[in-house]
């Protein structure tokens, strides 16, 4: 059972480059999340998907842009890095909102220099 | 807005029991969870409770909700150095609208 896989694991940009984090899932879950993880400040939701095709602004969008193509595919992109946006981003997914607990990946740690 | 508040670090001997506790502010929340969070590792799911329960236990956790008060809190029992993680309260509200909302996380340290 692969569960939420996200690649890649670390990466280390400069700033102003750009680069797309990509989350799978494979439990036939509608809904799918990017968060960031920052120290002391717990998860904070940058985009979420309520299925395929569709986006929507979470907390912290800004400097990032999401796409879902594909049901099981939730990609985050940076289009300009920033040292700000350097943090640990976990993709998670959830067959619903309301009741469903969220099965989180094992996150990406990312280092913008 | 909503806001969930844990403490940042707590520790204590193994087999001692540890007690985390948080604060929610949104009165509409319905489930309640703990989440593990393991060095390198994503968040697990660890257990939940409805908002028209007290208390749920599970093994060695047990799960106390004053919705009076919008306290919340995971008791471990017997705790072993297994259990040395971030545990996250998250709340979830009625509307299913909006997406979790996590606190800061506890560090739970155990000392052997």
């Known amino acids: 059972n692969a569960g939420v896989t996200q690649t890649p694991k670390f990466r280390v940009l400069k700033t102003g480059q750009s680069m797309t984090l990509l989350c799978a899932q494979d439990?036939?879950?509608?809904?799918m999340y990017w968060y960031r993880q920052d120290p002391g400040m717990g998860l904070r939701l940058i985009h979420y998907s309520v299925g395929e095709g569709t986006t929507a602004k979470g907390e912290v969008p800004d400097g990032y842009n999401v796409s879902r193509l594909k049901k099981q595919n939730f990609l985050l992109g940076l289009e300009s890095a920033a040292p700000s946006q350097t943090s640990v981003y976990f993709c998670a997914s959830s067959y619903g909102l309301l009741n469903q607990p969220q099965h989180f990946g094992d996150g990406t740690r990312l280092s913008i220099l | 807005g909503e806001d969930v508040e844990q403490s940042l670090f707590l520790s204590v001997r193994e087999g001692d029991s540890s007690v985390i506790n948080c604060t929610y502010t949104d009165s509409s929340s319905t489930y309640l969870y703990w989440y593990k969070q393991e060095p390198g590792a994503g968040l697990q799911l660890l257990t939940y409770?409805?908002?028209?329960?007290d208390m749920k236990q599970d093994q060695r956790l047990t799960v106390l909700l004053n919705k009076k008060d919008k306290h919340l809190s995971l008791r471990i029992a017997d705790t072993q150095t297994g259990d040395s993680a971030i545990y996250f309260c998250a709340e979830r509200e009625v509307s299913g609208r909006r997406a979790l909302t996590f606190g800061s996380g506890t560090r739970l340290q155990v000392q052997p």
């Open positions: 409770i409805f908002s028209n329960m």
């Open positions: 439990m036939n879950h509608e809904y």
